[in-house]
């Protein structure tokens, strides 16, 4: 079965801190994409990164990165130096190539950074 | 390109009438679904399609029909809407590279 879990409900930093909200996620398949996407408080749901199961180079993207690695079964997002607009829920989700079309999310990690 | 498109924004029904919520991607992906979203549930899916004339169900399919006719579109119907079923609902597009394009969410109410 495949499964994406999101353990931390909800965290808080104060501004400036760094954060990282964990991802592990279950499959048996050799075949996959892990995604991340942000839902800020006014609901939309924005696209953040896309990574295949053969990549595991870690991505960095302004405040941004991403670690991926297969031997923990992980997709890790760390903000840095965390604003205030980047409070929102955060989603991971898997999409396993191999078996059914079926694209899973975690619950979410609400985040909120307090100023 | 509009994106995902999605009416009505906000809906209330009273239990057992029945109602379509419209979905629509001017994307010409393959790949739709929809999901609803629960507080403290995240998004579940809820039916997907590949193609069109084809769909499937996903983790909670009960209560909800799809169908798919055209590539655009992708319209999810409540049979007999029950007040379980009070939720957001997304309805998305995937891309080339699997990312899903969300529409802006319809909040639906049961009473």
């Known amino acids: 079965a495949q499964k994406v879990t999101q353990a931390q409900t909800e965290i808080s930093v104060v501004e400036k801190e760094d954060v990282t909200l964990d991802c592990v996620y279950e499959?048996?398949?050799?075949?996959?994409?892990l995604f991340w996407y942000k839902q800020p408080p006014s609901g939309e749901l924005v696209f953040l990164i896309r990574?295949?199961?053969?990549?595991?180079q870690n991505e960095i993207s302004g405040r941004y990165s991403w670690n991926f690695q297969k031997s923990t079964s992980s997709f890790n997002f760390t903000i840095t130096a965390s604003q205030v607009v980047d409070s929102a829920v955060y989603f991971c989700?898997?999409?396993?190539?191999?078996?059914?079309?079926?694209?899973?999310f975690g619950k979410g990690t609400r985040l909120h950074i307090l100023p | 390109n509009a994106g995902v498109t999605q009416t009505p924004k906000f809906q209330v029904l009273k239990t057992g009438q029945s109602m379509t919520l419209q979905c629509a991607q001017d994307?010409?992906?393959?790949?739709m679904s929809w999901y609803r979203q629960d507080p403290g549930m995240g998004l579940r899916l809820i039916h997907y399609?590949?193609?069109?004339?084809?769909?499937d169900q996903g983790e909670v399919p009960n209560g909800y029909n799809v169908s798919r006719s055209t590539t655009e579109d992708f319209p999810l119907r409540l049979l007999s809407a029950a007040p379980s079923q009070t939720s957001v609902y997304f309805c998305?597009?995937?891309?080339?590279?699997?990312?899903?394009?969300f529409g802006p969410g319809t909040r639906l109410t049961v009473l």
């Open positions: 998305a597009s995937s891309g080339a590279y699997n990312e899903q394009f």
């Open positions: 499959t048996r398949d050799t075949t996959y994409y």
């Open positions: 990574r295949n199961s053969f990549d595991e």
């Open positions: 989700a898997l999409d396993a190539m191999n078996r059914d079309d079926k694209i899973i």
């Open positions: 994307m010409n992906h393959e790949y």
């Open positions: 399609s590949v193609g069109a004339g084809i769909t």
